[in-house]
């Protein structure tokens, strides 16, 4: 993008960071929708995960920032001054990296104890908050003492006078691929134990494990960082890291909100779009997920306890779906009743002819 003044390397970060950003605040944006609109209230996963988005989004403008000192330019094209600007903002973008990425594992372990509410396996679920949270801690203090003070953010010489950023890295990532592994087999055990048909347990498992989906470019990344650290075109060879971070941070905020999507999709599959908000919230509490241990409503999927007959809002629903073309329609008709009818007609007949002969 000559026109902005940056070289091939630079626009990849610039478009690349853009589209997750974009792609970060649509997502952000249909769980707010759900939680105003359909099935609310907001909750703890709610605040965590818009929190993150901020904080994701954060991280973005601080690369972008980079964009200024020289970041996708070679080591010679670079002014020393620019180079340790850069530097600094790397080692500030970190901390809101890190937060960013325990929040939206916050997320998560909220979202199952939402779900579950059994009090058992709530407390699974905030031990794994317990822990996400220690990671985060952890990560950030070790990002704050990297190198040695006064200025920690100068890795330019890091073999020198900083730790082993790999090593530290490499612990980081491996915690971290552990805690999104013990959430996965949470919601595994968790919803596994709940009384409900096996498809929908079967999808709302489904939507937790895609979290899986994080770790590849997780662990390439790790890769790239370590080709970063060893070279001496350090600004050049940052570029493929600093885009699978931008990839990595912003697919763990946006799968999140995976497991909360199935109710807007619903709307367009019951046409729910052009029905009143009100009646909307309505419709997709008797729509979804049904039977949970306690036959209480939740919150997150909608589940309700299938007692009762049927109401406005369920006759409502059965009209709203789409007709099945291989359904077959049988009219089955009383032999008594039609007697019946018969009977009452003759009788109603013979009465009015006796009332003309008088």
């Known amino acids: 993008m000559p026109a902005f003044g940056l070289n091939h390397q ?40 818009i929190l993150a988005t901020v904080l994701a989004l ?37 901390f809101f990296y890190y937060t960013a990425a325990g929040l939206s594992m916050l997320s998560v372990c909220f979202l199952l104890a939402r779900v ?44 020198s006078h900083c730790g082993h950023l790999w090593a530290m890295n490499a612990c980081l990532i491996a915690f971290r691929t552990a805690l999104e ?17 096996l498809p929908p347990k079967i999808q709302i498992i489904a939507a937790f494990s895609v979290r899986l989906i994080v770790l590849p470019p997780l662990l390439v990344r790790l890769h790239f960082v370590h080709i970063a650290l060893f070279s001496p075109d350090w600004p ?25 999507v199935k109710p807007f999709l619903r709307l367009f599959e019951n046409g729910g779009l052009q029905m009143p908000f009100s009646f909307v919230k309505k419709v997709s509490a008797r729509s979804g997920i049904r039977a949970q241990q306690d036959g ?26 789409r007709p099945n073309a291989h359904t077959v329609t049988t009219i089955r008709h009383d032999p008594r009743s039609l007697k019946e009818e018969a009977r009452r007609r003759r009788s109603f007949e013979s009465s009015t002819a006796s009332k003309r002969d008088h």
């Open 116 to 159: 579950v509410r059994l009090q058992r396996l709530v407390w699974g679920c905030y031990g794994i908050a317990v822990a996400t949270v220690a990671w985060a801690f952890a990560a950030c203090v070790a990002n704050a003492f990297e190198c040695a003070l006064p200025r920690p953010w100068d890795i330019r010489n890091w073999d």
């Open 236 to 260: 050049r060879a940052r570029v493929p890291g600093v885009i699978l971070t931008q990839v990595v941070l912003h697919l763990s905020v946006m799968l999140a909100t995976i497991p909360c």
């Open 181 to 197: 592994t013990a959430n996965i087999v949470a919601a595994v055990v968790m919803l596994w134990s709940l009384q409900m048909p």
């Open 58 to 94: 954060t991280h973005s403008a601080i690369t972008l920032t980079q964009l200024q000192f020289g970041l996708g330019r070679h080591d010679a094209d670079v002014d020393q001054t620019a180079i340790h600007w850069a530097s600094f903002l790397l080692w500030l973008g970190n």
């Open 296 to 321: 209480r409503h939740d919150s997150a999927y909608g589940l309700t306890s299938p007692k009762g007959a049927w109401t406005r809002v369920e006759r409502w629903e059965r009209l709203m779906r």
């Open 10 to 49: 630079g626009a990849n970060i610039l478009v690349i960071t853009l589209t997750a950003a974009t792609w970060t605040l649509l997502v952000l944006s249909i769980r707010v929708f759900l939680r105003l609109k359909i099935n609310g209230p907001f909750g703890l996963d709610d605040f965590t995960c």
